[in-house]
């Protein structure tokens, strides 16, 4: 992008507020674990998070075409026809064994083959082969670090959600989420409002935690209140998972932000301003949308029977 004459600051903020999206296209860890902690179907969530996902990536893309005006960019010749099919044909053989497995994990699960667990185990086992043997990209160092940082990962993982099922008791036993039904209807009953405060709350929780401690903490609290203002676990569902995404971009946290800022070598304090523009018009008002307009949401779960 920096050598088509896109400034590095903001190549930089482009990529890093796109890579969240991996949050929201499924499969995603994020709605595995909101799935685990509140009891909702994880394929349900899968199927949530899609359409506000595929919102911001139009965003994006529009705010792109808005901006890149401004750029002196350097565009490459316009190749012929017949140079064109043969480079897509030729890459296009190349990526087709990479490309096979997001199509057997989301065709599994989709139609209802194998669970989101056992499509992880089929895609491990057909990864290895395929790093080995045909890309030969995984040599036995890489394969051994990867199981070490996976194991750490899932480890860390599963520690946070023994906590958080502990805490979930605790909120039962002392009736807390009841407690702050009545509290809050004491404020305001009104959807739109109670909606945009819980926003608010998302995201400044966003802000300073990662998306699935996020997730853990506040799901189960919130969750009584969402369905009390008649809004289902699945929208919830993707009312968390744009928020925490948002969140793992916006200051003072950013984790994503300030590594996209260490991989492209530009100072945090350059990136920031362009990551604004399009946290402010790609993710806010998916955001209000998810919130206000159930169907954004819940239209694909429906029709998949959820």
């Not at 670090?145 to 008791?169: D, H, N, P, R, Y």
């Not at 004491?186 to 409002?193: Q, W």
């Not at 919830?236 to 991989?263: C, D, E, H, K, Q």
Request: aromatic content about 10%.
């Amino acid at each position: 992008m920096e050598k088509r004459g896109y400034p590095r600051e903001y190549a930089t903020a482009l990529i890093a507020n796109s890579s969240i999206l991996g949050l929201l296209i499924p499969p995603s860890v994020t709605m595995i674990v909101y799935g685990w902690v509140t009891d909702t179907s994880i394929l349900a969530c899968f199927l949530a998070t899609l359409g506000p996902g595929l919102f911001i990536m139009f965003n994006f893309s529009v705010v792109n075409l808005w901006m890149a005006r401004k750029f002196n960019l350097h565009l490459d010749d316009k190749p012929s026809l017949g140079e064109l099919t043969s480079e897509v044909t030729k890459r296009d053989i190349n990526a087709f064994p990479a490309l096979l497995m997001p199509v057997m994990i989301l065709g599994g699960i989709y139609g209802g083959i194998m669970t989101p667990t056992e499509a992880a185990a089929l895609s491990v086992i057909y990864a290895i082969p395929v790093g080995f043997m045909i890309y030969k990209g995984l040599p036995w160092e890489n394969f051994l670090s990867a199981g070490k940082e996976a194991a750490t990962a899932v480890g860390a993982i599963m520690v946070m959600i023994l906590f958080s099922m502990i805490l979930g008791q605790m909120y039962v036993y002392e009736s807390i989420p009841q407690q702050l039904v009545s509290a809050i209807f004491g404020i305001t009953e009104n959807k739109v409002i109670l909606l945009i405060l819980i926003n608010i709350l998302l995201f400044l929780v966003g802000m300073v935690v990662n998306d699935v401690t996020a997730i853990i903490l506040i799901a189960p609290l919130l969750l009584p209140l969402m369905q009390a203002i008649g809004v289902s676990p699945i929208q919830f569902a993707a009312i968390m998972g744009v928020n925490t995404a948002m969140g793992g971009v916006t200051p003072p946290y950013a984790s994503i932000l300030y590594l996209g800022a260490r991989i492209g070598n530009v100072k945090v304090t350059k990136v920031i301003p362009p990551a604004m523009i399009l946290i402010v018009t790609g993710y806010v008002p998916v955001v209000f949308l998810t919130s206000l307009w159930p169907d954004l949401s819940l239209f694909l779960p429906s029709l998949f029977g959820y």
